[in-house]
């Protein structure tokens, strides 16, 4: 799929297939706090499937440069998430990510997680703002096509203006499609920001830390697994994922 460039007011593009400070470490009040959070998905909402039973989950990255120092980490985890998603079967991922002055782009729909990873392995960080009202408006959009089951979204830093994004991701919530949002770092802009994306969506906010890469990685694997086959996944996924028991929980 050759790629195109979008212009500031455009839509995410289909794509093939700030402080530079390293982020410290996540407490483990913040990752317990997160796992609470989840429990705002509620026991009668189920997760977003398509025809044939398969579940839809967006996940959408910051790729601007302020992300390059703890990418490769990014990466690994993201890896793990689309790894687990395969594992799990029934889920379709579609990656997001924006970089530069306006470049926002978002691959198809896939099921296999080597297609996403591979991707995943091509993009490089380059600077710019952020552009999360486009992630936000794209993940409506899909979801009116289409049900979604969730947006992830990964990022440290917010340059827009907030009550905007606080409307779309109203949106969302009304739309049950919650947004589980992981911060690098501590902007306490970008804090207030997600913390209200997430409460408004219905989903959940963690901080995101090289320092807490196992315990992150597990919650997100956790969520692709939710996404993709409900209780019963996780279920299965328990026995092996601490993060999957507590998940479990807190939807009880």
Known sequence: MPERATSDRATPDRAPGGDTTPATTSSRAEIDAFVAQVKALGA???PGTVAGGRGRLVFALDATMSRQPTWDTACRLQADMFAEAGAVGGLDVQLVYFRGLSECR???FV???KALASLMERIDCRGGHTQIGKVLSHVRRENETTKVAALVYV????????DDLCARAGEL??????CFVFQEGHDPVAEQAFREIARLSGGAWCRFSSGAAHELGALLRAVAAYASGGRDALHRLAGRNTAAVRLLEQLR
């Not at 919530?173 to 919650?178: D, I, M, N, R, T």
């Open 44 to 46: 009668a909402r189920a």
């Open 106 to 108: 978002a691959s198809k």
């Open 111 to 113: 099921s296999d997680p």
């Open 155 to 162: 990022g440290d830093a917010m340059e827009e203006p907030v």
């Open 173 to 178: 919530g009304l739309a049950a499609v919650p």
